[in-house]
């Protein structure tokens, strides 16, 4: 498996691309510009963490302040995208701690919490209850598949994965939540 | 529908294929009774996490997100911008005051003295002898207001006018006048020395 290179996070989505076929990613991007490719990746992620988009726009926006502090680290990672995921994790379980005080991290099992019922929520909550009986990297897969993320730029948020394998890991959690939710309508 | 069925039909349709568009995929969802469910509840769940993932109000939350990086960068250009005017005003500001602190003690020292001088010295005291007065009688008035001894006024009386004797302690002229020394200098003299000295003119 090749790991995902500075180069690889340089490349702009693929509709400028195809609008710019002179366009060669030769400069690394400024931190803004790199932070601005993170936005779209981390959003359906902390989605998936937290059930809700308050509490997910709060947990990226902590996620970013981290990554400006350790801008260094960001942009000369090996996976960037993977660093910021994982930054945001850690805030994630940080705030989880916070919240249960005296649990033991393993009994966290990183589900995502539905406290905050919106109505938007309560119309995908079957959605919610069947993404909830995913894994956690299921969980990511599903929901950047959602927001429309390609397997390359799935792969480079995951970090460590496969294409091959990432594809067959995106078709069992698209078979078992077409189950999951079949069984919850019928 | 076995898993194996219920994998492809997913791999299928993630590469465009539909039931509609590729007989392939068709005639696996036929070949078994609940294959159309399937499917179904698969176009379902996809297009549910579509409406989720892909929300209004993710994209407005993408938008609030590109501000606040926007802003945040902003603010740290500010400071990046503000930092060397800071030190260089705090650097101005320690520089004035370390030379203040030079320049202050030379003002103290012209302000106040160590010690002041008076405006018109002590003048030495000036008496004419009388012809018939001696040493010894002038020394005899002068002892208790210089608190010294007889001799050291002696003394001291005459080692400031050496013109005014003949040699001799005991015969002093009448014609010159005697300056009388201060009481600091008749106090500098040795008693001993004094005393010595004036009992070699008497013996």
């Known amino acids: 498996m090749e790991a995902t290179n500075l180069f690889d996070f340089y490349t702009l989505p693929k509709a400028t691309e195809a609008k710019d076929k002179t366009y060669k990613p030769s400069k690394p991007p400024t931190l803004k510009e790199a932070l601005k490719l993170i936005i779209p990746k981390l959003l359906p992620y902390a989605m998936t963490l937290v059930g809700n988009i308050d509490d997910a726009e709060d947990l990226c926006q902590e996620a970013l302040l981290k990554l400006m502090r350790n801008e260094e680290r960001f942009l000369n990672a090996e996976y960037p995208y993977a660093y910021a995921k994982k930054c945001l994790r850690n805030i994630f379980i940080d705030h989880y701690r916070q919240e249960l005080r005296t649990s033991h991290l393993e009994d966290i099992n990183l589900e995502p919490s539905y406290k905050h019922n919106l109505d938007a929520q309560l119309e995908h909550q079957d959605l919610l209850d069947c993404l909830a009986k995913h894994d956690e990297t299921d969980r990511t897969i599903l929901g950047m598949l959602g927001a429309g993320h390609s397997y390359q730029d799935i792969q480079r948020f995951l970090g460590g994965i496969s294409l091959v394998n990432l594809r067959v890991k995106a078709s069992r959690a698209r078979a078992t939540l077409a189950d999951c939710m079949e069984g919850k309508d019928g | 529908m076995d898993k194996r069925l219920k994998l492809q039909v997913a791999d299928y349709m993630d590469t465009g294929w539909t039931y509609q568009n590729n007989p392939e995929l068709r005639a696996i969802i036929d070949s078994v009774s609940d294959g159309k469910d399937f499917y179904e509840a698969l176009l379902k769940s996809q297009a549910k996490l579509k409406a989720f993932f892909s929300s209004k109000e993710l994209t407005k939350s993408r938008k609030n997100l590109d501000a606040f990086v926007d802003n945040a960068l902003k603010e740290e250009k500010k400071r990046s911008f503000l930092l060397p005017l800071n ?25 106040q003295p160590f010690f002041n001088l008076p ?20 020394a005899d008035g002068l002892n208790e207001e210089m608190d010294a001894s ?27 006048a005697l300056i009388v020394p201060d009481k600091a200098f008749i ?10 000295f004036v009992k070699t003119f008497t013996t």
């Open chain 2, 87 to 111: 030190a260089f005003l705090v650097t101005s500001c320690a520089l004035l005051f370390s030379l203040n602190l030079f320049m202050q003690p030379a003002e103290v020292v012209e302000k």
């Open chain 2, 119 to 138: 405006e018109t010295m002590p003048q030495p005291m000036v008496t004419v002898a009388e012809s018939s007065s001696s040493l010894w009688q002038l």
């Open chain 2, 150 to 176: 007889i001799y050291q006024v002696m003394f001291g009386i005459y080692l400031y006018n050496m013109d005014a004797f003949n040699l001799s302690m005991n015969s002093m002229r009448a014609d010159k």
């Open chain 2, 187 to 196: 106090k500098s003299l040795s008693q001993k020395t004094s005393k010595d």
